[in-house]
């Protein structure tokens, strides 16, 4: 459960946005998005080293963005 503390005087659509922000930082949304379908951990294991290869040749510079 979110609680959301608003101050006195501030407007509806403040304390909305402050909803969501905390809303999208517990991660609920993509972690119902995950789960729509099953990737085996094989392939979750691969995209990981992947993604890691790319950070690495990011740093060295041998990619530019």
């Known amino acids: 459960m979110l609680i959301i503390q608003v101050k006195e005087?501030?407007?509806?659509?403040?304390?909305?946005?402050k909803?969501?922000?905390k809303f999208?930082?517990?991660?609920v949304v993509k972690?119902?998005?995950e789960r729509q379908k099953f990737t085996k951990p094989s392939i979750r294991r691969?995209?990981?080293?992947i993604k890691a290869v790319y950070k690495q040749k990011l740093q060295?510079?041998?990619i530019e963005k």
């Open 60 to 62: 060295i510079g041998a």
């Open 9 to 17: 005087g501030d407007t509806v659509e403040k304390a909305l946005k």
């Open 19 to 21: 909803y969501k922000k």
């Open 46 to 49: 691969r995209e990981t080293v």
């Open 24 to 27: 999208e930082k517990t991660g």
């Open 31 to 33: 972690q119902l998005r």
